[in-house]
């Protein structure tokens, strides 16, 4: 199971941060990614990590601004977003994957598991 948390409303040029932890002692067999979906928009790719940590992935809208980090004694996996813009409002997705860290990690059908999502507002 995971469970984001972390969003909100908040100005242009604010930073937040948003964590998902997932529950049970596996998390870090798992590739985990976010991804996002805005109003009457299809969910897009974010960011996704690997296991180890050694590697990660970003849409090009976000490179630069966000940063995907996980501690896996925590099961937790973060994006620190900063230099938010009005256009990065969506309902942010936490996923997990049990296959290998590739290209194919920008892709929502890789994953297995999906949490509810958090709301990120941000105002101009």
């Known amino acids: 199971q995971l469970r984001e948390s972390g969003g909100g409303l908040v100005q242009s040029g604010d930073s937040l941060r948003l964590s998902c932890a997932a529950s049970?002692?596996?998390?870090?067999?798992?590739?985990m990614g976010w991804f996002r979906q805005a109003p009457g928009k299809e969910r897009e790719f974010v960011a996704a990590i690997d296991r180890s940590t050694s590697g990660t992935y970003y849409a090009d809208s976000v490179k630069g601004r966000f940063t995907i980090s996980r501690d896996n004694a925590k099961n937790t996996v973060y994006l620190q977003m900063n230099s938010l813009k009005p256009e990065d409002t969506a309902v942010y997705y936490c996923?997990?994957?049990?296959?290998?860290?590739?290209?194919?990690?920008?892709?929502?059908?890789?994953?297995?598991?999906w949490g509810q999502g958090t709301q990120v507002t941000v105002s101009s």
């Open positions: 996923a997990a994957d049990f296959g290998a860290f590739n290209s194919g990690s920008r892709t929502e059908s890789k994953y297995d598991y």
């Open positions: 049970g002692g596996t998390f870090y067999r798992y590739v």
